[in-house]
């Protein structure tokens, strides 16, 4: 197999037999690339607990054209449901919206590959504009305008540039990297500019491939943080926002078909070191599923 993928999992480049293969971590950005000329579609669901406000986030991934085995395109559109809970609020709550959130274009090139049998070492740089597509009209029961932060999109164009790395031997596989992603303003209102940094690592089961129809299972420990400095109202920092959030990560995903993968992962919050006075991070459940064509 030569510059092929393995499952629905985006492969090392040149591997002879026996094959080895490692998934890519839910959370943790890769920098495996597609093969050249193959698509794939993404569609996962987190569930974002957040003091009284419940947000469940569904991206669906597409990665539509790799115009190169070392670069990969992609498109995330986003839908987004939010609910905000208050005692005496009834079954509506004070805030019930939900749509699309703001669309993300993207690519991801890998600038260094060296493969070897078993494995392989990779860096790449991804990029990706996200475009005010979400709503940003949403009112609390009452009327009122939500802040903000409570809106589906942000009002204005970001983007961010994300450094990744990829170690993998056989069936360890190892992923770091680290973006910083910042927003235009909105009427007045700018979202704090966040800093992410993450680690993966990745264990396969069995050790050996046999063919390319082997059922695969990857287990995953990460770790997910995201530092964000204040948001900003004409200027004026907001002190009730911004900090420094880390999760614990375990997931699991099983390839069960040479095109399917399956995965869930669920992230624990274990450093919340948030600016003034601000609700606590849950616990977040996610799952999905990846195709490769």
Known sequence: MTRRALGAVLVLAGVPA????????????????????QRGVRAFGTVVHRGSVTTVVAPLVVLPLAPHERVTTMVV?????????APGAGDGGLLSIGGLGDLTIGAKWAFFVRDRPGGTNRLAVLGVVRL???ETNATFRDGTPAPPPLQL????????LTLVGTLVRGRVGLTADVGHS??????????????RYDVALGFRIPGYIATVRTQTVQLYLEWNGTITVHDRVDD?????SGGHVGFVSPGVQWVPLPQLLVE??????????????????????????????
């Open 153 to 160: 999109g942000a009002g204005a164009v970001g983007a961010a």
């Open 132 to 134: 005010p597509t979400g």
């Open 182 to 195: 910042r927003t235009a303003s909105a009427d007045g209102f700018r979202h704090g500019a966040t800093t």
């Open 236 to 240: 004026v920092n907001v002190t009730d």
């Open 18 to 37: 026996p094959l080895a293969a490692q998934g890519l971590p839910f959370h943790t950005e890769t920098a495996l690339t597609t093969a050249f000329a």
């Open 264 to 293: 869930a992962s669920l992230q624990v919050p274990v450093l919340e070191d948030l600016h003034g006075a601000q609700p606590g991070v849950g616990v977040r459940p996610a799952f999905g599923a990846r195709v490769l064509f």
């Open 77 to 85: 559109v986003p839908v987004v449901v939010r609910r905000m809970w």
